[in-house]
Structure formats: C-alpha cells, structure tokens
C-alpha cells in the first residue's frame, strides 16, 4: 500500500505540470519588398514559448468579414500571399495546439497599406580635410510613394556603441570634427510617407584623412619572473585610434649602449626586431648593457614624439614595501600603503604582472599609476591554478626605476604537485639530515604554505613537521633530531596549499649503531705517543744526549772557545758553527790578581786529554798552543760535539745584553779588594768563575 502511494505522488505532479500550451505573443506582420521591390505578401512572426508539441497555426480575416483563412505549421513565422487577402484591414492572429488544450494569441489589426516596409536604402561617402558627408537613396519613389525620414548612426572602428541621429529629413548627412586617420563605420534606415520603416542598411566604412600621430608611447620593459635586467625587452602599448591619427606603418627604437653605441631598428628591416600582438608590441633583441632606450610610431605623415624607457637603478632588488593582492578570473586589485613621506623625486608609480613562464610580450600588463594613489586594478581573464607575479615600483622625474615589492597570485588555487626530488642527506646513529628540491613555481598550482615531513617508526608511532617556506630557495634541508641508534624509519614530505595537500613523497632510512670511541681513542693515542717517542730517539741519537739532566757549563761554550781561539791565532781565525750563527761576542777583561792574593804560576802544561791549558801566573799571561795538528783539533771541536764534557751536561751558550749586564757585574766582582759580593742564586748556578775562565 504503501509502495502504491509513492508511485501516485510521483506520477500525479507530472500529470498537473502538463495542460494547454502558453498563449502566443501578438503577431508583427509586414509586406516585405523584395529585390525587385515586389512588396505583395505579408509576412508574419511571433514569439512563443518553445515547445516541440505544440502546432501553432495562423488565422487572420478581412476586420469586417467571418470569411477566414488559416495555414497549419510547427513554426514560429507564416506568409500571407496576395492571392489570400484584399487590401484594406486585417485581423490576424495565433492559436497554439496540443494534447492538452489550446490557447489564442491576441488579434492584431491593421491596414494592409500601412505595413509595407521599403528596401534599406543605399550609402555613398565622401570625405574631406576635416569632415564627412554621407548621401543615400530611397525606394519610396519604385513604390510611388513620397519620402518619409530617415535614421542615421555612425561610430568609429572597433567601438560597440553607436551615435544615433534620428529624423533626418533630406538624403544626405555630414560629419565634423573627425579623428584624423580613423575608420568610420555608418549606417542608414529609411521609410516612406506611409508604412512601416526600413531595416538598417549594410555598414560602410570609410577613412578620415590621415595626419601625423600625436602623444607619446606608454613604454615598461618585461623582464619576466627573474627582473634581471639581461633577460627584460622593452615593449610598449599601441597608440589609440584617437592618437595614431592614420595607419600606423611601425615603430623606430634606439638604443644606446654603454659603450656609446647607438643602434636605431625599424620594422621594415629584414632582421624582424619588432614583434607587435593585439595590444602591445614589444623589442625581441633583450636590454643587456644597454643604458637607455627611445620607442616612437610613425605614420605616413610623421612620428610621434619619441618616448624613453625609464631604467632600473643598479643594485640588488629588495621587497621594502608588502603589496596585497585580490584576484579572481575576472579582476586583479593591487593595493598598498603609501610611505609616511612621499619624496619630492618620485614621479608615479608602476604595476605590473607577469604569468610565470609565458614568453616576452604574453601575459604581461602594466599601469601608471599617480603617487598620491595606493591602488592598481587590471580587467582581464586570468587562469585557474596558474602564478602571476605583481610587482610595484616608483619612476623617478629623472627617469630612475625603484623596485619596491613583489608577490605571487593566483586566480584560483589548487593542490600542489609532487616533490621532484626527496632524500636522506647524511645519517648519523641519533640524527639525519633530509634533503629536497622545492616545486618549481609553474607546478605549485597555489601558494605554498608550508613543507609537511611525517616520520614513521615502530609501532605505528609518527611525528609531524610543517617547514617554512624560503620563496628565493631551490634547495630545502632539515634535520630529524633524537632517533634511535640501529632504528629503521620511514620519512614523508609533501607541499601544503590553502587548497590542501599534495602528493607524498616517501624514503626510508635505518639510523647507525653507537660505536666505542673510548677504545679507538686510547688506541689512537697510544700509537700515536709511541711514534713521538721513536721520533724524539732517533733526534737524539743523530745529535746530542737528551735524556740526561743538563747543567749549564760555561767551559762548553763556544763562545769561549772562540774567545781562547782569538787569544791563541794571532791571525784571528775564528770558528762560528752552525748552531750559534752570528753570536755577539763578550770579551771578559781579565784583571791582574795581586801576588798577595793569588800566586800562580805561567806554565805550559799538557792535558792528559791532548788539549793545551792556560796557567796564569806572576808576570802576565802568555798563551801558548802545542802546532797545527792541535788547531785542526779545536776546530772540529768547533762544528762537532764535545764528547769530553758530555759529562758536563751543557751544549750551547747564548749571549745577550741581559748577559752582558751579568758579566760587568762579574768585572766589578773580580776588581773588589778580595771581599766578598753578594751573588744571586742565578749568577752562582750559570755564570762562571774567574778561575774556570782562565783555565777554559
């Protein structure tokens, strides 16, 4: 029972929905004159309701006759031929027909003399220095029938309204006041004494007399997503109808090099330099070392004054000022804050923008925009999912280009793609280092937000990370930090859009085992002292003892040695060996000792050892040495090792001012009257005695 009373309440509405078709509109009919202006039949319309069954059918009779006509149809139209109908009045009208009733348009009644409807008449121009005139025919007299008034409208090409003028009583029209070199399109409609109006007759067109173009070119530079000035070409806008004043015929453009160069380029030359779309034209040969630039357009009757491009001042760009930015596929709005204080210098402001990755002169626009302004809007149609960069700028009255501010839009976002690029950089037992390659813009599809990374490990356990986004990078790093030695993990990124997220990327990675670094460093430091130990042997043995206590002897001295040396050659020769080069020798000035004192007698003794020894005695001193044999000996005592007195534990001898101060210290001790001086501790362990001098 139920199921019967769904099926009625679906089935009933239907049945009411339908019933008798709509009433058709009041017919328009009309005797339309032909080619040959036969105007007999007479044609008529209506405007129903469309409907595929319903018949429409159309019924008119004489206003003071039952004697009806009627012609069946599906159509929306129907002819009345003359063989039908007498002239005078008629009532005509629509009666539309289907299964479920019928219904009757209003009656339309009419003078069969008032509905006839000439040809449109024909249009000749004619143009002079400074205007137009228009003259036309009429069929009113083919008709025998007098003039009526005609309609006349007119505009310029291109343009979508038209400029109408209406009641027009002769068969000619003239226009002042027109753009030179423009096109002009007219139009004219024309109806006689009695009857209906004519249609519109075809557009004619026409140029105003050309003269040369006037104003300046709106000129920028596109520099695409990179603003490097070695990718930028300059372009520049079409001048507008009311400017060119003519056909535009091309574009001079100078160019002035750092190195004084100057190039000028047209469209006629071969080369093919200039490249020009619907609404902007643009140089294809890029800006790089060029120092300034000059575009103008000609005509056959001149050029325009020649416009010059403002260039970049040099430096590195910077965002100094944050520009928002509302876009749909429709309309993009810039707007931004004006500065506290606007400088003296700036002339106006720039925006632009730039869809990422279109060629030079596609997808790009710009305006001008007053300094006292904060807003930009461009009308346009924008894609889904694509980047647009907005850039503003200031232009100096100099000439001078300041990039302000960048940022990208997009007119609807989607999700990002897949990262190209995802790995483990560098794996340690308790860290790693993940690495990837950023999406490149055209892939983005929206604003990136931010990186997510998801780490995996056992037990279903997941740590989440959402990493900034640095928009001037192509490479992001970061760091998983506190894992687990010898731990296997999977890791996840993928980018995040105020759409959502994009697609994972995934890697797995297995951290390292803890290793004794104890053991390897005791090991490390042992071998290593042990080659020291070698090393500081083998020094030793090559040269002298090391590892006996040293005490400092002045009898091993070289100096001293040297010093017996100039006592004993009376030609001087002196022995330096290399350990002491260049030493500063003291001469000791040896004061006699009074005999009272100290009694010694001048001998020559040998030493059991071969060596020559000095005696002081009464008298004076006297030197003495046993031949040459004995000298070639003291000279290798000179550049060798003293084995004797090894045992005497002193190698070298260093002298200095500080030693000389010690030695007059030492003369003053050896002039005293025999008293005793006060010693330091250093003098006494160092310095040597009168006595170990004169036996040395």
């Not at 100078?254 to 190195?259: E, F, Q, V």
């Not at 960048?406 to 793609?417: D, E, H, K």
């Amino acid at each position: 029972m139920a199921t019967l009373l769904s099926i009625l309440l679906v089935i009933v509405p239907n049945c009411f929905a339908s019933g008798p078709p709509a009433s058709p509109s009041l017919p328009k009919c009309n005797i339309g004159c032909g080619k040959k202006n036969d105007c007999v039949d007479i044609h008529c319309s209506w405007d129903p309701k469309p409907d595929p069954e319903t018949n429409y059918s159309l019924h008119w009779e004489p206003a003071i006759s039952v004697e009806g006509h009627v012609i069946n149809g599906t159509s929306f139209d129907g002819i009345i031929q003359r063989k039908h109908f007498k002239h005078g009045e008629l009532r005509v009208w629509v009666q539309a027909k289907n299964q479920h009733g019928s219904a009757k348009s209003q009656d339309a009644l009419f003078n069969t003399a008032d509905i006839t409807q000439p040809l449109p008449p024909k249009v000749w121009l004619v143009t002079h220095q400074e205007s137009l005139e228009m003259s036309w025919n009429s069929t009113c007299d083919e008709q025998q029938l007098s003039w009526g008034h005609c309609d006349v409208q007119y505009r310029t090409e291109g343009d979508q309204g038209w400029f109408q003028d209406m009641d027009v009583l002769h068969g000619s029209y003239t226009v002042d006041r027109l753009q030179p070199g423009t096109v002009y399109e007219f139009q004219v409609r024309c109806s006689c004494d009695t009857g209906l109006m004519s249609d519109w007759s075809a557009i004619y067109r026409i140029r105003s007399t050309e003269t040369a173009p006037e104003g300046e070119l709106d000129v920028w530079r596109d520099c695409g997503i990179s603003q490097k000035s070695s990718d930028c070409v300059v372009t520049w806008k079409k001048l507008p109808v009311s400017q060119a004043h003519g056909r535009i015929l091309g574009y001079e453009v100078r160019l002035s090099y750092n190195n004084n160069v100057l190039v000028t380029v047209t469209p006629v030359q071969p080369m093919g330099y200039v490249a020009c779309e619907e609404m902007q034209c643009h140089f294809t040969s890029p800006l790089k070392d060029v120092a300034s630039v000059s575009v103008s357009a000609y005509n056959a009757c001149g050029a325009t004054v020649p416009s010059y491009l403002a260039m970049p001042i040099p430096g590195k760009e910077k965002n100094e000022q944050a520009i928002r930015l509302v876009m749909n596929e429709e309309k993009l709005t810039v707007s931004w804050d004006l500065p506290s204080q606007l400088s003296d210098h700036m002339q106006e402001y720039v925006v632009q923008y730039k869809q990422a990755g279109s060629p030079p002169g596609d997808g790009f626009d710009w305006i001008k925009v007053e300094k006292s302004q904060t807003t930009g809007i461009f009308e346009g149609r924008y894609r889904k999912y694509t980047p647009y960069q907005v850039s503003l700028f200031t232009v100096s009255h100099s000439s001078k280009v300041h990039h302000l501010s960048s940022a990208i839009g997009y007119s609807l976002q989607g999700t990002p793609s897949k990262v190209p690029s995802f790995k483990v950089f560098y794996i340690a037992p308790t860290d790693v280092t993940l690495f990837w390659k950023c999406i490149d813009l055209s892939q983005q599809n929206g604003v990136i937000l931010y990186y997510q990374i998801v780490l995996e490990s056992g037990a279903d356990r997941q740590n989440v990370y959402n990493v900034s986004v640095s928009p001037q990078r192509d490479n992001e790093t970061f760091q998983l930090l506190h894992l687990s030695p010898g731990q296997e993990y999977e890791v996840r990124i993928r980018a995040v859009t105020a759409a959502g997220p994009g697609e994972n990327k995934t890697a797995k990675f297995k951290t390292k085992h803890h290793e004794h670094f104890g053991h390897l460093v005791a090991v490390v430091l042992g071998i290593s002292l042990l080659v020291v130990t070698c090393v500081v042997l083998v020094l030793c043995a090559c040269r002298a003892p090391c590892f006996s206590y040293k005490v400092p002897d002045a009898r091993n001295s070289h100096i001293f040695l040297h010093m017996k040396h100039q006592m004993n050659d009376s030609l001087a020769r002196i022995c330096i060996p290399v350990s002491e080069p260049n030493p500063q020798i003291s001469l000791l000035e040896v004061v006699e000792i009074q005999p009272w004192a100290l009694k010694y007698t001048l001998e020559k003794t040998a030493d059991p050892d071969g060596l020559t020894r000095l005696v002081v005695g009464d008298g004076g001193s006297q030197v003495d040495c046993q031949d040459d044999q004995r000298e070639e000996a003291v000279a290798e005592e000179c550049h060798g090792t003293d084995h004797k007195y090894e045992r005497e534990e002193y190698s070298k001898m260093v002298d200095s001012d500080e030693e000389r101060e010690r030695e007059e210290n030492m003369e003053d001790v050896w002039s005293s009257s025999g008293e005793e001086q006060p010693v330091s501790g250093y003098e006494k362990h160092f310095m040597p005695t009168a006595l170990e001098i004169l036996e040395a």
